[in-house]
């Protein structure tokens, strides 16, 4: 979890590489209606993500009932959302992926193709409820290294 721009899918993959699960882009998971929004750099409200939410829980949901384990990256950026998605699995972790404003907006200005556009990221600062309980990496250090620390602080 974290803004756009901290890292989640580049770390969340090869987390997943390295475990043998699968990765799930929570992203993919947005109505076209939210991915339009965002192109056009408008942030979006607590309604457009119920249905975004909804689905990650409902794949967090399937993953639990079949015993599988995998890596879902989402920004998940309240509290209320993270409650949402998680409820009272005792199984799901979450990893917060935290950097300061200025590398991740310079992070972001250089993709080219991503929805989400640089001008959003101040939004989403503003709504980020730092969590508690989750695992809390530095989003200077190299990817690999962020992995291992993962790893290790869930036992893994």
Do not use: C
């Not at 979890?1 to 580049?10: D, E, L, P, R, Y």
């Not at 699968?22 to 076209?32: A, I, M």
């Not at 799901?92 to 310079?106: A, D, R, T």
């Not at 992070?107 to 001008?119: N, P």
């Amino acid at each position: 979890m974290g803004v756009s721009g901290a890292g989640k899918t580049t770390v969340g993959k090869l987390l997943a590489l390295d475990l043998g699960w699968s990765f799930y882009e929570g992203d993919d998971l947005h109505p076209r209606s939210n991915v339009v929004k965002m192109a056009q750099g408008i942030p979006l409200t607590d309604e457009d993500r119920q249905p975004w939410l909804g689905r990650i829980r409902l794949l967090i949901d399937d993953l639990v009932s079949r015993g599988e384990s995998g890596v879902i990256a989402s920004s998940a950026l309240k509290q209320a959302y993270r409650d949402q998605l998680v409820g009272d699995e005792d199984d799901v972790k979450l990893v917060y992926l935290k950097g300061e404003f200025q590398l991740i907006s310079e992070r972001l200005e250089g993709r080219q193709d991503h929805f989400m556009k640089s001008g959003l990221l101040e939004s989403q600062f503003s709504a980020m409820e730092e969590p508690d309980g989750a695992v809390n990496m530095d989003v200077t250090w190299e990817p690999k290294s962020i992995v291992v620390a993962v790893k290790q602080a869930l036992g893994l």
